[in-house]
């Protein structure tokens, strides 16, 4: 599964972090990335890290963490 954050959508509360940091992280405008790919969504998560991720994602308030089963183009 791939994971990207959609920044326009983000609205830097830091929920994601928290709840998943060895995925999330802001940068300095406070904005969301996945850390593995740099947001590229490139990188293809397993079942173990989905799991994590999910946390996350169900948190995040604005619904700004997609996921695809194909890479993001
Ligand atoms: S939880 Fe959502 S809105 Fe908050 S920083 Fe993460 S991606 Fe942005």
Redesign the pocket.
Same mark, same amino acid.
């Given at each position: 599964m791939f994971f990207k954050?959609n920044q326009e959508e *983000?609205?830097? *509360?830091?929920?994601?972090a928290l709840k998943a940091e060895q995925y999330?992280e802001?940068n300095h405008e406070g904005l @969301?990335y996945l850390i593995q790919d740099n947001n590229s969504g490139t990188h293809d998560f397993n079942q173990n890290d989905m799991i994590k991720i999910k946390v =996350?994602y169900t @948190? *995040?308030?604005?619904g =700004?963490?997609k996921r695809k089963t194909q890479p993001f183009s």
């Open positions: 954050v *983000c609205i830097a *509360c830091g929920l994601c999330f802001n @969301a =996350a @948190a *995040c308030p604005t =700004a963490i």
